[in-house]
């Protein structure tokens, strides 16, 4: 078995995760490039605002849920 040394695991990080942010900002990129711009209403925008406040306040719902209703 042969041994590694904390510097070595560490170098490997590090190159682990300038590749992560190397491929984040090629999938960014693409996303931006591919996916339509959409405009929201005003009633759209108040809504994000909601749902935003409520995942702050700990509310969710559980997918069972989610598939009775739109069963």
């Given at each position: 078995m042969t041994q590694v040394t904390?510097?070595?695991v560490?170098?490997?990080v590090k190159k682990l995760n300038k590749r992560l942010d190397s491929m984040e900002k090629t999938l960014r990129a693409l996303?931006?490039?591919i996916l339509p711009e959409e405009e929201l209403s005003?009633?759209?925008w108040e809504e994000l605002k909601e749902i935003e406040a409520e995942?702050?306040?700990g509310e969710c719902t559980t997918l069972s849920e989610l598939t009775k209703n739109t069963v």
């Open positions: 904390f510097d070595e560490y170098a490997e996303m931006t490039m005003q009633a759209e995942m702050k306040r």
